[in-house]
């Protein structure tokens, strides 16, 4: 059994984390971090817990972990992550980081739209974890950064028109639809229950953070550098990701064409369902679970593809997607864990 | 005092009709019909307006309704709605008719998007409802076509654009979300709460019956045949439409001079409300009221500019501007009994 | 014109006070103070009211609130109440307060469920605002103390049961429920959506500061010493109070002799709407009114009395009944400013 | 491998029981029947289990039900399944029957409550199926009664309190909330998301059909006769039962000494949690599990114990719990397939 350590478990994609780590059937959870909650088991934080696990949140020091465990999840805010990941990664464990840091390749990039790097050497070697496109980089990881909830729901659903040149990549648009726990565990009035019930709205519109994610993955996809742009918006839910992506195709083609494509791309994912084009994905149809359920549209008047992207975003699109990632990484077979009927209703 | 009947009360938007008329200054509400509550007063159906109104609903005959009312609403579902409407104007009542079946000027659009039209003649009289756009000749309409919600908030945002050749009409795209009450009061398993609650998911893309009344509207203000892609999507909620909306710009503008052509178009409009680029739209901040609230941004890496627009699809979307037209009909002051602050939170 | 301010008025309490008032027709809103806000337009805090209204927040001094008003609310939190309260008094205006400090006439009370208070002599000349059983004192009172949400809910329930000695006042229990904005505009983690949608929960047992205040009330009206048992609840949603409440019946009586007793006891009240047995209330009928929604069934097995009672606690069960308090205390209509028609849905 | 099977497999117990039993490691799901759906494959209906299973809907016909199936669950409206069970009892079939049919042990009490019951002497065989209680009996039954959800939600409430004659039973009163998802799904108004959401009401007070189910059970517990009142409530939320119970102690007791009694009662359950008295149970913290969750506050000043009671409707108050009663009947471990960690948030 891998004894295996929660870093920063009481955000959202914390506890979800502790919630598939504590039924895969491989692994043993063996430390838990909680700056705010040192000394207190995770069950007085989170009740869901109670009598499913009596460890304790501990304060985030390197060498007590380093004792308790030989893989690592690393679930902190930007800039918090990369002053802690490299000091894990030379005591030799493996790390599975759920934050921004090490998701773009080129510091540049990073600084541009966040901040300085203080870790750009470890870019390098950090592989971008998503295992349906880079499912062999990830097997022989060290560090792993998991991907954004956006940028999974995106990336997913244009892969194998870019990678098929179905479309013409200067036309993308993705508008993308959250539910709220996306914002994460943080006291703030815009995510009170009384301000989001009963309210729909767009936020950071050409300026979120996940933009650059999904044009590096999605230029790699192309061969050719891509610029697109992304609307996110609030949805008044919890959990699920929807987005609709736009772009004009490159010549005419009936939506079982692109059905016979995508088909082949997707053939051997076990994480990945088509819909027929009667059937369009839902978030309700993932919740809690780790699927990306795709689909599509042909909008023959204008000769464009609308695309149908549903995850649950702290599933596939945070916790879910790290545990698969882990698996990869410790040589298990890739679904231990994580293969969950979606809860519906 | 006009005498104003409903004809579809106990629908949502018959229900909406009913609470603006019941506080409007001038008019006297004096007749509700109701096929299936035919007997029962209103509040037995909708408890929120015991206490408030005694009425009866009552079959849809026309001689009766023709001596209670001088003025009605005709909230039906379409093709019923042609079929009673033109009995009700040749015997001498304005109609401000609710349903889709005087929208579109051209019978061969509706048989192609619905079926045949039955009352062909009275389309060239029907005057599309928008206040903003239309004002002029609605004062004068015997019949006016109230908008569709999604049309109300996709028009009035892209209108100053298309008429100021802003943006490349060629590349349009909606993108709009609207809550459950949408749908209607109708029993139906898609609209049950445990259906929609913790669920978004977009339903008949490519094929919505509210886009060729849109691409009419916007043709007109272009100056040429305009074809959009329109996505509707379903928000767990139940009131408030937001459009994103999407289209390149002629020439780059930023999104302070895109505001001065705004302010310009909608100087005098009392219910279109322009918001500050640093404070983008909600549906919660329209709620319950007749206000269309629109925002923008500028996407400078793809030229495109970005527009949202909120209103609550049961007031500016369908009642309250009903009301607004009968207002201009009727040769009153345009914001009688609409004038309501929003409900936050 | 009278002229009005709201001091704390960027709280949802306050807020209402605002959407009330800019529709009243004989005050004029003339301050409204936000320590937090000071120098912000209230339309940048809540875009609800963007184009209603241009009014800035101002800090809390008492000579220009006293320069620019003839009347006040306060809606501050307990014990800030108590601090700024006696000043205005003093200079001759009149207030409502929305805040528990002046609600419990005997000092000692206030200390065994609150502190020390510190104005114990302005609590002699407060009363406690519910018009339908202090209309005549609230109308010559310089300060009112406007009644909880909870208490209002129940005290409106009881009243004529009570008065009429209907129930056994040693059983009663009050289960009330309430929506989020109860707790106000506070950024803490229990508020949060994703805390809140999908759950539900009792909280404060046994303990909740509106316990003795009912207590209060339903003593004065029973003639002798009430202790009641209280459980407060948190529904996901915004807005409204259900209260059940529960207690024996002193002599057997069916629904419709409790019926002709209530409508004798509340047969000039706008306010109250007493509904027939097979139509319990709901908090979605009185949504944005200042209805009390009062229904009730004998449980005949036991000899019990379930009275059912709704109201929106930001309405009737704070602002709108602070605004009828203020009508009374004016001499003006007491349903000024708050006839609203409940919005369904 | 058993093989079972799902009657009524396209409501949501329906639907949880197979979500459930696709993970389920010692048994085969190998029929689903649904009178409106045959034919289809169930991931039509419900996709949430595309590509989870190819079973597909078919009659209700016993003959290849017998074929396919050594046991069952039926998951019917009342009155159909006692038409349909006592023909797969008379086949050898074990049964978990979801529905009230076989609960009431009195044929004469089901007449009072439902209509008359056409397979009475079926009654005197089946159990009760409340494993905590009545564990032994199960492991022996051919056919469990499976209990409804409030009634599991307040027996198990109860349950220690009785046994130990904490409570004088006539002072029992049930006050509970349940989501929407208990209504089933059936399209009819009332559970649409419209009328639903930001609404709250009680409904069937004094009436509902659960009651006698509980007093059967508690008067068990008791040794004698117990009568109680029941309210039942509908939250805005999908799934989710909080029941608080109310009742006078026989003596004054702590939380703490409570605790003890509820601690012995409860040692080896697996599925009941016992909080600490400063964290109450909450709909959230069991979400998609089998657990209920208790929790209890002593109102010292009127000596009454107030019980809080959580469980997922669907999980441990329909389809978690008759697959725990399934495990028992087949001699397996009680918790398999059912031990979920709760999904929060």
């Known amino acids: 059994m891998t004894r295996v350590g929660v870093i920063g478990a009481t955000g959202y994609t914390g506890l979800e984390l502790v919630r598939l780590l504590l ?19 995770i069950w007085q934080v989170f009740p869901s817990v109670i009598k499913e696990t009596d460890l304790v949140c501990q304060a985030l020091e390197v060498e007590p972990l380093v004792q308790a465990c030989d893989f690592l999840f690393t679930a902190l805010p930007h800039k918090t992550a990369m002053e802690v990941v ?24 990073y600084e541009e739209w966040y901040e300085t790097h203080t870790a750009p050497t470890l870019l390098q070697e950090a592989v971008y974890g998503i295992p349906e496109l880079h499912r ?32 013409n990549h200067r036309t993308i648009i993705a508008d993308s639809k959250s539910g709220v726990s996306g914002a994460g565990r943080s006291a703030v009035l ?44 609030l949805v008044p839910m919890k959990r699920g990701i929807l987005s609709t992506i736009y772009a004009s195709l490159t010549k005419p083609l009936s ?24 059937l369009l994905p839902s978030t309700a ?6 699927y990306c ?32 990632n882990m698996n990869l990484m410790l040589g298990l077979e890739e679904s231990l864990g994580i293969e969950i009927v979606p809860i519906y209703p």
Chains 1, 2, 3, 4 share one sequence.
């Open 285 to 290: 149809d993932v919740f809690g679970s780790n």
């Open 86 to 109: 490299p000091g894990f990664i030379q005591r030799g464990l493996k790390v599975v980081d759920l934050s921004a840091d090490f998701r773009l390749a080129d510091p540049k990039v």
């Open 255 to 278: 939506e079982n064409e692109i059905l016979d494509i995508y088909r082949d791309f997707y053939a051997k994912e076990k994480f990945v369902r088509l819909h027929p084009s009667d």
């Open 190 to 233: 815009s995510s009170l229950f009384t301000e989001v019930s009963e309210n729909f709205k767009a936020y950071k519109v050409t300026e979120h953070r996940h933009t650059p994610e999904m044009e590096q993955e999605l230029s790699r996809l192309a061969g050719e550098k891509v610029v697109i742009t992304f609307t996110p918006h």
């Open 136 to 167: 062999e980089e990830i097997k022989r990881a060290t560090l792993v950064a998991n991907p954004g909830c956006y940028p999974t729901s995106v990336i997913l659903a244009l892969a194998p028109a870019l990678k098929n040149k179905l479309i």
């Open 293 to 324: 359920d795709l689909g599509w549209k042909v909008d023959k008047r204008n000769n464009r593809l609308i695309l149908l992207s549903a995850i649950d975003n702290l599933v596939k699109g945070a916790s879910g997607q790290a545990v698969q």
């Open 23 to 41: 039924r895969h059937p491989k692994i043993k959870l063996t430390a838990l971090t909680s700056e705010r909650y040192v000394g207190q088991p």
